[in-house]
């Protein structure tokens, strides 16, 4: 069965350093995999994805994401840290289905960033 | 990407109610879907919104407790029948085309407190 785990609950960052939020999974066959964020109050938002190809993912708000098959890792990261990427972060793999495509989520990770 | 809105888009209700969740989206989409977040949780899928046909639900939801229509390409309803103070939850619903490589984009969620 397809999972996902998100091995941090909480990362905080200082503004304008890098960010790194951490995600595994587990699928048969190959990954569809997605990160989402969501902010207080509001729904989710997708940043990026990884279907095939460059494992280096570039995404929304700079964002990018590194798909590493021999560790079966998604890692979200970011250059430098912003106090607005301060939200909850969501990976997700796509678990195929007869009826298309439906999201196995991870725990979540909060992200703080510290002026 | 489709722009998704749902009403209500919070509510209190009282035990043993039941209350009807609305999702609109500006176009067309091939699969709908309901999500739960129960608070300081993740997302669980709570069934695949099937137009013109009964809903596809996940292992723990059932229909009686659950319903759903999808009379068309861009709308569904969720009801939570005779709730509880566990349903207490946000309510999201996504859409995306036909394949698990697809985007899904989510509504802004609905937050419903139950006393």
């Known amino acids: 069965a397809q999972s996902v785990a998100q091995p941090e609950d909480q990362v905080n960052v200082a503004e304008g350093n890098p960010l790194t939020v951490k995600c595994t999974y587990s699928v048969s066959g190959n990954p569809y995999l997605f990160w989402y964020v969501q902010y207080p109050n509001r729904g989710l938002q997708f940043l990026l994805k990884y279907i095939t190809g460059d494992n280096l993912v570039k995404g929304s708000y700079g964002f990018e994401a590194e798909f590493n098959k021999s560790q079966t890792s998604f890692h979200l990261k970011k250059p430098s840290a912003l106090v607005s990427d301060s939200a909850l972060y969501f990976c997700?793999?796509?678990?195929?289905?007869?009826?298309?495509?439906?999201?196995?989520f991870g725990q979540g990770t909060e992200l703080s960033v510290k002026p | 990407s489709a722009v998704i809105s749902q009403k209500p888009s919070r509510d209190i209700c009282q035990r043993g109610t039941s209350l009807t969740i609305q999702c609109q989206v500006d176009?067309?989409?091939?699969?709908m879907f309901w999500y739960r977040q129960q608070p300081g949780q993740s997302l669980t899928l709570i069934a695949t919104?099937?137009?013109?046909?009964?809903?596809?639900?996940e292992s723990g939801f059932v229909i009686d407790k659950f319903p759903i229509s999808r009379p068309n390409l861009t709308f569904s309803t969720l009801t939570v029948s005779n709730m509880s103070p566990e349903d207490s939850s946000i309510y999201l619903c996504?859409?995306?085309?036909?394949?698990?490589?697809?985007?899904?984009?989510f509504g802004p969620g609905t937050r419903l407190t139950v006393l």
């Open positions: 996504s859409v995306a085309g036909w394949t698990g490589s697809d985007t899904q984009y």
């Open positions: 176009s067309q989409v091939t699969m």
């Open positions: 997700a793999v796509s678990a195929l289905s007869d009826q298309g495509g439906k999201l196995i």
């Open positions: 919104a099937n137009q013109g046909s009964e809903a596809t639900y």
